[in-house]
């Protein structure tokens, strides 16, 4: 036969056809060279950014390319204030803010969750889109809602008003800020959560059921110990972004007394001329959260290799 | 959870300037006010215009990129592939903010030839989205598999012919897909944008909402903000019709739904 690719059959018949590495090699290039130019480099961008000098005149970044050049005193002033200066309250509060807002949502979360992956059934569907929705409307526009519903003359203020107590829950009340991270992140929790939960074996929920567990004892030493994995992947997808977080506060609460670590790195590149300084915040940033970057990729990694085999 | 967005939405079609007080039905604000209302304001418009301009842009590039990257994902089997995999896989878990300083410090001190505002935003949206599309178009192109290629090759066909006539269509709905979220996550966008634009002149909706939340105090505001979940839910709407449509045509039995919340997982 002229034109037809020659081929090897082994000995269970399969065939293979070689892999042309370089084929798909080159279908992977664009994307891969993108990634480096317009994310890697970047980021070294940041680095070198951070670890480098200020123009005296300009009062802008002068970043130092070569790692040799690198200086780290900005670094080290950052440092030294985090741990036991200005910014250590916004570091704290920030932890702080992040862990009650996870919590929260699990709160919130986990019951959504649940009954979508076991009890759903005809209705799943059409749950699960609804589940998806709020994913999809803009985090702005969530926020805009509560901003307007917690105004002065807002309805939640007036509610609150009938039965005697004022509040003004837009100006520097750290509930609002926790409860807004939870409004606005607790839709990216539930389908992380609704994944995981449904890849539980029901029978094994069925055999401590045969053993004599009620639905209690179920929950609590099965149910739970089971979705733990799937639980901690959920509860990273959402504190990542929730520590970069900067504008619910921003729109939510105005005041410096319920700042987090976004609204600093914000205010250091956006407002000042100081992008050394908030360089020097993303890069700390950056590796307080590479554990829970790690630990998340390295989870996903498993999943895959767990479904291609 | 829904209730404060359909309040929100609601007021956009308040009587009254007030956002928080009902004074009445009307479409003041989006078409009627001469000044301030949807319609005429050109701060909002222009918003409107940047948000839309830089969704279609970002879904046109990034896209086939994501596409092809996936493809090439999936088939290469070598060192180098396991690292452009990672690669792919860091953006989803980076925070956002992360990725807006440090693209915001390499426009302004090294490819200093881009300036800030739409291109910039225009890369970095690019840039967040391509491995959102390698998600979703991953476990089409697995679940797929190389049976049909092989078959088609063992007609005769060539490999480009193969993946032209044989796997380009097969992962049309996952292509789609791709295109849609891109669409919807770059419109959404907030941080990146903020962080790469130049001014009032490259606002997307998110930041004039958010510049505007705390001072501007007309219900017009509602109505952009009405408009642009609108178009995000009108653009994942077409998209899940349009998959429909090819399941009943192919005779697959998977739900469009897949596809779309793929993604979160």
Redesign the interface.
Known sequence: MTGAPTSVTTSDGSRRRGDRGTLWGLFALPGTVWLLVLFVVPFYALVCVAFGDIDPVFRNAVPAWNPLDWSFGTAGEVLGEIFGGSLRKVFLRTISYVVCAVVLSFFVGYPVAYYLARHAGRWRGLLLALMVLPFWVNYLMRMLAWVNLLQVDGWVTRAFSVFGVQVNWLDGQPITVVLGLVYGYVPFLVLPLYAALERLDGRLLEAARDLGAGPGRTFRLVTIPLSRPGMLGAGVIIALPMFGDYYTNDMLSRSPATEMVGNQVDFYLNATTQPQKGAVLVLVLSALLVVLMSYYLVSTMRIQREIRA | ??L??A??VL?SFNGGR????WQGFSLRWWTGEPNASLLHDETLHSALRNSLVLALLTMLVAAP??I??A???A????R??SG?N??????L???????G??????F???YTGIPLGRPAQL??H??FS?SYV?VVARGRL?SIGRDYE?AA??L?AS?FQAIRLVLLPLLAPAIFAGFVIVF?MS??D??IS??LSSGAGSET??VR??SA??TSSTPA??AL??F??AS??VA?ALGATVMSWFRRRRGTKE?A?AD??SV??
């Open positions: 959870m829904f404060p967005v309040i929100a007021f007030s956002r928080s007080v990129i994501g092809t990257l493809i090439g994902l088939r290469w089997r070598s180098m592939a452009a990672w690669l792919m896989l860091v953006p878990v980076t925070p956002e903010i992360v990725m300083a440090s693209l915001l410090l390499v302004t001190n090294l890369l970095g690019v840039t391509i390698v697995l092989e090759r063992d005769g490999q919807a419109i959404d907030f941080v903020a962080f909706v998110p909402i958010y939340v705390r505001l509602n903000a009405s642009l979940v995000t839910l994942l739900s739904l779309l919340t979160g997982i």
